[in-house]
């Protein structure tokens, strides 16, 4: 009987062998012989009766959620990004992701990028939260790390079977548009200066979503590998909160899922990967009243950007000397209310709110943080583009700083990494109050701010 990874292995294998002897590649010369390309797709969607973060699985949608990413070969030791249609993925989970698949791609952990599309309707992932709960004796609930791990050795076996198949890059393809009516910023403003109101993700109160888009940035951007004139991935960026409804009992990848689909069906022959940008003060909110009828308007207006950003790339010859890989490990300083002693004695008193609300992926991060854990930052750089990594859910102000640090480069941003520091404001931010930065929200200090556009310039100066 073949297993679920032995009709993948065959599938692959079969794409490998058609791949070869339909598409006639450029010749191989000593200068591009060196840098590859790899993809690597599994489904992510949990079983019904499986737990999603908020609810669980009652039924199955068309679209299910994916795991998928590339490998560069060539460029030094194999670099591995890989995004996943989940909420969050923190902690020892993160840990567990970027250790499995640098394991499968026989490079090391450091070379390894996971982000998170941060859909609702969706799963979980932190072990150093679901040990936690299991050594009190109490129930995981949607930390229970079952699926999440056969997902990972999922992806391990995906990323081994793929190397073989792997194709040589030619080209790289850079392009960008704006994106219009889907992003807006979350926080409103008063006279003050202090937030008045949060503009959610979907927004029934006219007033609110009348009041202007305020900080965003509206640019998706593109990046693609070709082999001679073939594209073999397409890497998108773009910066929001990805909800038009939720709470469905359904898993589903929401508007960027479906219009990652739209842009898979239009250009068939590359594998589509899209990364959440820094978005954790954006949303669709503006032009999102929360009808389910959105979810279409809203997935056609972001494949229209991705559309026209692939009609204005601009392809240019790279060879694996332009290929690099920078990392900055930062400590991220803790939010101040934040206090072992107060989370623990949480836990041993079997609070509901502290289970059910996070409390105990909060006293994970704390005590990784005092035991000296730092987050690993990356940049990646393709010829003049520059790619950054980062953790949480970051505020848009990051995105545009790093865009302004260097005008002379093609630089996007991939945030929704580890997913333990929670919403990670600017400073001025900590001071406007709003849900964002409250201590619910976030877990790290406005001093966050200083440590990681630090990092930021260090990285896009290198």
């Known amino acids: 009987m073949l297993t679920r990874i032995s009709i993948g292995a065959l599938l692959l294998w079969i794409g490998c062998v058609d791949l070869r002897a339909v598409e006639a590649s450029p010749p191989i010369t000593n200068q591009t012989a060196g840098l590859r390309v790899a993809t690597f797709d599994v489904d992510a969607t949990p079983p019904v009766g499986g737990m999603m973060a908020y609810d669980p699985v009652t039924n199955k949608w068309d679209l299910g959620l994916r795991a998928r990413g590339i490998i560069i070969l060539g460029a030094g030791q194999p670099i591995v990004l890989c995004a996943v249609d989940w909420i969050g993925i923190g902690n020892e989970g993160h840990d567990a992701f970027r250790d499995a698949l640098a394991r499968a791609a026989a490079t090391q952990p450091a070379r390894v990028t996971v982000h998170v599309l941060h859909q609702h309707d969706a799963p979980d992932c932190d072990f150093s939260a679901e040990r936690i709960l299991k050594e009190a004796g109490l129930e995981p609930r949607q930390y229970e790390g ?3 791990r056969q997902v990972i050795a999922d992806l391990e076996v995906s990323i081994r079977e793929a190397l073989p198949c792997a194709q040589p890059i030619t080209h790289l393809g850079l392009g960008e548009a704006r994106v219009e009516k889907v992003a807006s910023n979350r926080r409103i403003l008063g ?14 109160d006219p007033a609110v979503r009348a009041e202007p888009e305020g900080t965003i940035d509206p640019i998706v951007s593109l990046v693609s590998f070709w082999n001679g004139e073939h594209p073999v991935a397409v890497l998108s960026y773009y910066a929001t909160h990805p909800q038009s409804y939720y709470r469905t009992g359904i898993p589903n990848p929401d508007f960027p899922g479906i219009a990652r689909f739209l842009r898979q069906l239009a250009v068939p022959t590359a594998l589509h990967v899209h990364f959440n940008g820094a978005g954790g003060n954006i949303g669709a909110g503006k032009y999102n009243d929360g009808s389910p009828t ?11 950007g991705l559309r026209r950003a692939w009609d204005n790339t601009r392809r240019e010859p790279i060879i694996a000397a332009d290929v690099g890989w920078t990392v900055e490990p930062v400590a991220l300083p803790t939010a101040k209310h934040l206090s072992i002693e107060k989370l623990e004695a949480q836990l041993k008193g079997n609070d509901p709110a502290f289970i059910t609300g996070g409390g105990v992926s909060k006293l994970a991060w704390l005590r990784r943080c005092q035991s000296g854990h730092r987050i690993d930052v990356s ?13 949480g859910e970051l505020f848009v102000e990051y995105q545009l700083a790093a865009k302004a640090e260097r005008k002379d480069l093609f630089v996007a941003m991939a945030a929704y990494g580890d997913y333990a520091p929670g919403y990670i404001g600017t400073a001025i931010a900590y001071e406007q109050g709003g849900y964002e930065t409250s201590p619910s929200s976030s877990n790290v200090a406005p001093e966050v701010e200083g440590v990681l556009l630090g990092a930021i310039r260090k990285l896009l100066r290198n």
């Open 379 to 391: 940049c990646l750089r393709l010829g003049r583009a520059r790619i950054l990594h980062l953790p």
């Open 294 to 304: 959105n979810r279409l308007v809203l997935a056609e207006r972001l494949a229209n």
């Open 191 to 204: 006279p003050d200066g202090k937030v008045r109101a949060v503009r959610w993700t979907a927004t029934t």
């Open 146 to 148: 079952r699926f999440q």
